[in-house]
Nanobody, 119 residues
Framework: QVQLVESGGGLVQAGGSLRLSCAAS????????MGWYRQAPGKQRELVAV?????RTDYADSVKGRFTISRHNAFLYLQMNNLNPEDTAVYYC???????????????WGQGTQVTVSS
């Protein structure tokens, strides 16, 4: 099993920065990728950024040039710069991996961390 624990959320003024961290523990057979998702009140959860097993990164258009995803061993990070009120949401860490060689991909989730950007 895998456990993901996020930290680093908080309240920041527009134009400010935050760095989210995600600590992963446990084990899986293979990892397809790790990423950050967010969910604002009344909206569906959306992909923010992902880093795949080969190192390729992808970002939502709304955060390109402002957010940077990185991974070091069992830690995943999201550096968020030039934040705006539209970035306000609960941010979730995600790991997509396989429990075994014949298992399909499975999504593991953290409990989420609140990011609030004031105008």
């Amino acid at each position: 099993q895998v456990q993901l624990v996020e930290s680093g959320g908080g309240l920041v003024q527009a134009g400010g920065s935050l760095r989210l961290s995600c600590a992963a523990s446990g084990s899986v057979f293979s990892i397809n990728g790790m990423g950050w998702y967010r969910q604002a009140p009344g909206k569906q959860r959306e992909l923010v950024a992902v880093i795949r097993s080969g190192g390729r990164t992808d970002y939502a258009d709304s955060v390109k040039g402002r957010f940077t995803i990185s991974r070091h061993n069992a830690f995943l990070y999201l550096q968020m710069n030039n934040l705006n009120p539209e970035d306000t949401a609960v941010y979730y860490c995600n790991l997509r991996g396989r429990r075994g060689p014949s298992n399909p991909d499975y999504d593991y989730w953290g409990q989420g961390t609140q990011v609030t950007v004031s105008s």
